[in-house]
């Protein structure tokens, strides 16, 4: 079945260009002019992607909270339109997990495409989830070291029980022992939905390669245990958020943190503000609002940071406000953008990272 996309634009020649870009990618699009319009489509039909224009913002982003309360569309990737006069946070916050810079330039509209595609794809659990209880120790944003629920997990994921709601695109660390196991499990994963309930799932981001061996040998000693699908699908909970990329994103509705977190392997050079010695670090995500450092010696909270990415086809250098920081793991910023030609940039850099890497993979600091 191939990926629609429904343009919400009353701009003709921005349709133009879409339908062409889209065209090429495979993905059909269907153009409605008119938000009311777009809102009944949105409840009777489902859409791998929705494009908004922003131009009127209020009603853009009633629109997108709209979307993410239908049970058809709350997974779908939501792509805003939008220029200088925006509110981006905003737009993000209400449940955007991409933007598209107007005009609608055609080379570079896509490829900021061309990675959205990717992420098209509804969210499937392609492995079985084995139910498993016991505790497990969490950290995220500005949270360390809380208790949790670990509930099942499969190669690809986890689900746990919260006792309160965990931002959805933000990094998660966990260390758990399975079951019989003696050795400890340490990994990072991304929040792929969760309820009212507390109930929390989670696709791995990175996984070192000690955890991996462990996760799979109880796996493997345990898949006997598996219900059957039928069943599974019956307990299964409802996806209500979906990554962004960014990622993994992406990924969400309620607290976007900018949105659109993409996994990645940069390498950069990280300066504390004042202080000329580079340290060189791996980011691991990135988004428009922020991203991920990955160092044994991370700054403190609040620390005033200057990030350089250098890439063959482009030097980023932005400056950014540690808002947690995770002993020996690493550091998230947040970043201080201060002009459009940096948003640009960063999104370029978003933009430049594959389509599959928001899949797991192995950490190397």
């Known amino acids: 079945m191939g990926l629609t996309c429904l343009v919400v634009c009353a701009e003709p020649q921005a ?16 153009h409605c002019p008119e938000i009311s319009r777009a809102k009944q489509l949105l409840s009777d039909r489902r859409f791998d992607a929705v494009m908004v224009d922003c131009k009127e913002e209020r009603v853009a982003q009633e629109l997108i909270l709209e979307l993410r309360a239908t049970a058809r569309n709350r997974t779908a990737l939501v792509i805003a339109m939008v220029d200088s006069q925006n509110n981006i946070r905003d737009i993000f916050a209400k449940g955007a997990n991409f933007v598209l810079y107007k005009p609608i330039v055609p080379e570079r509209a896509a490829t900021s495409l061309r990675t959205a595609r990717g992420l098209m794809r509804q969210e499937r659990r392609r492995k079985q989830r084995i139910p498993v209880g016991g ?16 509930t099942d997990v499969s190669e690809e994921g986890l689900a746990i029980q919260s006792e309160r709601p965990v931002p959805p695109q933000c990094k998660v660390y966990f260390q758990f022992s399975l079951p019989g196991q003696v050795s400890t499990v340490r990994l990072s994963g991304e929040v792929m939905w969760q309820d009212a309930a507390g109930r929390v799932g989670l696709r791995f981001a990175d996984v070192p390669q000690a955890s991996r061996r462990a996760l799979a040998e109880w796996l493997r000693a345990n898949v006997s245990r598996v219900p059957e699908p039928k069943a599974m699908a019956e307990s299964a909970t409802p996806q209500t958020d979906k990554p962004a990329g960014l990622g993994l994103l992406a ?16 390498s950069a050079d990280v300066y504390q503000t004042g202080c000329g010695v580079p340290n060189r670090c791996t980011l691991s995500d990135i988004g428009p609002g922020g991203c991920y450092v990955e160092t044994t010696a991370p700054f403190r909270k609040g620390a005033s940071v200057d990030i350089v990415v250098r890439t063959s086809a482009m030097k980023l250098r932005v400056r950014g406000t540690v808002q947690a920081m995770h002993p020996a793991f690493g550091m998230g910023v947040a970043f201080s953008l201060s002009t459009a ?15 599959d890497a928001v899949l797991s993979g192995e950490r190397r600091s």
């Open 15 to 30: 349709v133009q260009v879409l339908d062409r870009i889209l065209r090429d990618l495979g993905i059909r699009m269907e």
């Open 135 to 150: 505790p497990a120790v969490v950290a995220y944003s500005n949270i360390e070291d809380t208790q949790a629920i670990l």
């Open 251 to 266: 990924v969400s509705s309620a607290d976007r943190r900018e949105r659109l977190r993409r996994a990645c392997r940069l």
């Open 341 to 355: 030609e940096e948003r640009e940039q960063v999104q370029q850099l978003i933009a430049c990272q594959p389509a």
